[in-house]
């Protein structure tokens, strides 16, 4: 993933892949103290940043819940993820990661100094038959929102994923799925999870325990306004899952991944099915900015200067 030409945005310096180092002492790397949001990076006529407003509210959203101070603006990311880019020399698609980490020394409440890093990885566009999983329903359930709430995009809420991916490769699955501790579906690992049922596409709630997935979110309007599929947010059961026509994990890592098998139930149709290539077809495109409707979705390089000092040096 990384080499030694890479290079890391941290605390408004651009620097080598080697330096960008917290304390082993700190709160965020003895305890997993931070936020993050992984954004995607899309060339169409130029590189747009897909759906940054979302991404920096629910950013946003994780900082309140974690109690640490916004001491960061909007600009201030936005410049982050430009400079990363630009010292990476990456002009296409690129997965981004934006994270806040608490560097500040002492128990699991502490809640600075903060350190704002952000890494870029180049990426190629890909076709959805690379992409094929087979998922099994893990015997861990997924956090809830009463002890470890999934709404946070928090480093270590992806311990309850890292049991459940270790099950799953254990048993022969690709990935794996999670019920709740309502024991009805709720996510994959580090993806929401998305069915197509009797020609509707189906996804459980954001009370599910699940992350508010802007991936997932995108998907529910592309299918109601672009493409006339009918959208049911509603619980699902784990064995509603296995009879469904077409299954695909969404997320702004992977992007789509087509279900193959639920606990080794062969999907009605193969994957990728006709319905979700309908949808990564328009997904596609509205990420590449032809679909002039979705324009606002999509963050072009304007020259944004960070309010705080320490502009980004070379
Ligand atoms: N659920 C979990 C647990 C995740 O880690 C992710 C990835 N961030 C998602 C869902 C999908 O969220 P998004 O579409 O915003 O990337």
Same mark, same amino acid.
């Given at each position: 993933?990384?080499?030694?030409?890479?290079?890391?945005?941290?605390?408004?310096?651009? /620097?080598?892949?080697?330096?960008?180092?917290?304390?082993?002492a700190s709160t965020g790397a003895k305890y997993g103290a931070n936020v993050f949001e992984g954004i995607c990076c899309y060339y169409? *006529?130029?590189?747009?940043?897909?759906?940054?407003?979302?991404?920096? @509210?629910?950013?946003?959203?994780?900082?309140?819940?974690?109690?640490?101070?916004?001491?960061?603006?909007?600009?201030?990311?936005?410049?982050?993820?430009?400079?990363?880019?630009?010292?990476? *020399?990456?002009?296409?698609?690129?997965?981004?990661?934006?994270? /806040? /980490?608490?560097?500040?020394?002492?128990?699991? @409440?502490?809640?600075?100094?903060?350190?704002?890093?952000?890494?870029?990885? &180049?990426?190629?566009?890909?076709?959805?038959?690379?992409?094929?999983?087979?998922?099994?329903?893990?015997?861990?359930?997924? /956090? *809830?929102?009463?002890?470890? &709430? &999934?709404?946070?995009?928090?480093?270590?809420?992806?311990?309850?994923?890292?049991?459940?991916?270790?099950?799953?490769?254990?048993?022969?699955?690709?990935?794996?799925?999670?019920?709740?501790?309502?024991?009805?579906?709720?996510?994959?690992?580090?993806?929401?999870?998305?069915?197509?049922?009797?020609?509707?596409?189906? =996804?459980?709630?954001?009370?599910?325990?699940?992350?508010?997935?802007? =991936?997932?979110?995108?998907?529910?309007?592309? %299918?109601? *306004?672009?493409?006339?599929?009918?959208?049911? +947010?509603?619980?699902?059961?784990?064995?509603?899952?296995?009879? %469904?026509?077409?299954?695909?994990?969404?997320?702004?890592?992977?992007?789509?991944?087509?279900?193959?098998?639920?606990?080794?139930?062969?999907?009605?149709?193969?994957? &990728?099915?006709? +319905?979700?290539?309908?949808?990564? @077809?328009?997904?596609?495109? +509205?990420?590449?900015?032809?679909?002039?409707?979705y324009r606002d979705w999509l963050t072009t390089r304007v020259d944004v200067q960070p309010q705080k000092s320490g502009a980004a040096?070379?």
């Open positions: 993933m990384s080499n030694s030409k890479t290079k890391i945005y941290m605390d408004g310096k651009i /620097i080598p892949w080697e330096s960008a180092t917290i304390h082993v169409g *006529d130029q590189q747009y940043l897909f759906r940054l407003r979302e991404h920096l @509210d629910r950013l946003r959203e994780s900082i309140d819940l974690m109690r640490l101070p916004q001491q960061y603006s909007d600009a201030e990311f936005e410049h982050a993820i430009w400079e990363t880019l630009k010292a990476n *020399d990456i002009s296409g698609d690129a997965h981004i990661r934006l994270s /806040i /980490i608490v560097t500040g020394e002492g128990l699991y @409440d502490v809640s600075g100094p903060l350190a704002l890093v952000c890494t870029a990885t &180049p990426r190629e566009p890909g076709t959805l038959s690379d992409r094929t999983v087979s998922l099994g329903f893990s015997s861990w359930r997924r /956090i *809830d929102d009463a002890s470890m &709430p &999934p709404r946070i995009k928090a480093g270590p809420n992806y311990h309850n994923g890292r049991f459940a991916l270790m099950d799953a490769k254990r048993h022969g699955y690709d990935e794996a799925l999670l019920l709740n501790s309502a024991g009805m579906v709720s996510e994959s690992t580090n993806s929401c999870f998305m069915m197509i049922r009797r020609g509707a596409l189906v =996804t459980p709630p954001v009370s599910a325990g699940i992350l508010e997935s802007i =991936t997932r979110d995108t998907f529910l309007k592309i %299918a109601a *306004d672009e493409l006339g599929i009918p959208v049911e +947010v509603r619980e699902i059961d784990r064995t509603e899952t296995a009879i %469904a026509e077409e299954a695909f994990l969404c997320n702004s890592f992977q992007e789509v991944r087509p279900v193959r098998s639920i606990d080794g139930i062969k999907l009605k149709r193969t994957a &990728p099915g006709p +319905v979700t290539l309908r949808l990564w @077809d328009s997904y596609e495109n +509205v990420g590449r900015g032809r679909i002039s409707k040096a070379e």
